[in-house]
Every structure is written in structure tokens, then in C-alpha cells.
């Protein structure tokens, strides 16, 4: 038996957005979905899902298709990414390595 995922209505709007943003850019390039589909790596319907919003498709792939038609994420400085990554992870470093649930309840009621 399967789980039933739901998902957010900003999460519903943001992939179909995504997909839309996908589409247009590669139409705007001229590139069926047999082309788009070929140099992501992935089938026609995968594509088709990725471009109608479906929030069920890899991050990666999404990302891959938006890269490739020109689709700004984030930023599309890829120094400023690299920098990014770099400063996320210096963080992340600083943070505690596991998340444990306090065992005493917390007075925060000044």
C-alpha cells in the first residue's frame, strides 16, 4: 500500500511555476520535448510531469531541465553559489551533528 503525499499550496503554486518558467524557456529556444528530454536524460513523460508542476519529480532532474533552458535558480552567478555552498556549510559545521527533543519542558511564559 502506497502513501498518499500532500504537499503545500505554496509548494503546489511554486512547482507549477517551475514547470511553467521550464516550458517557456524551452519553447523561447525552440527545443521540443524530445530535445530537452534528451539532454536531461529523461523520458517525454518525465518531462511532461516536470513542466506541468508535478511536485513528485526529483529535485535534481527539475533542477537539470531548468539549468539547461536557462532558468535562473537562485542565482545564476555559479561564483556566487560557490560561495554560498561554502558559507552554508561552514554553518552547518558550527551546528550540533543530531537534533535530540528536550526532555524537560520548556518555561517560556514571562
Known amino acids: 500500500m502506497?502513501?498518499?503525499?500532500?504537499?503545500?499550496q505554496y509548494t503546489k503554486e511554486a512547482t507549477i511555476l517551475l514547470g511553467r518558467l521550464i516550458k517557456?524557456?524551452?519553447?523561447?529556444?525552440?527545443?521540443?520535448?524530445?530535445?530537452?528530454?534528451?539532454?536531461v536524460g529523461i523520458s517525454r513523460v518525465t518531462l511532461r510531469k516536470i513542466e506541468s508542476g508535478d511536485p513528485g519529480c526529483s529535485v535534481g532532474l527539475v533542477f537539470e531541465a531548468a539549468s539547461l533552458v536557462g532558468v535562473?535558480?537562485?542565482?545564476?552567478?555559479?561564483?556566487?553559489?560557490?560561495?554560498?555552498?561554502?558559507?552554508?556549510?561552514?554553518?552547518?559545521?558550527?551546528?550540533?551533528?543530531?537534533?535530540?527533543?528536550?526532555?524537560?519542558?520548556?518555561?517560556d511564559d514571562f
Open 2 to 8: 502506497s502513501k498518499t503525499r500532500f504537499f503545500s
Open 24 to 39: 517557456l524557456r524551452r519553447k523561447n529556444r525552440r527545443w521540443s520535448t524530445s530535445d530537452l528530454a534528451q539532454r
Open 72 to 107: 535562473p535558480l537562485f542565482n545564476s552567478d555559479h561564483t556566487t553559489l560557490t560561495t554560498h555552498l561554502g558559507r552554508t556549510a561552514e554553518t552547518l559545521s558550527l551546528m550540533p551533528q543530531t537534533i535530540r527533543k528536550s526532555e524537560r519542558d520548556v518555561d
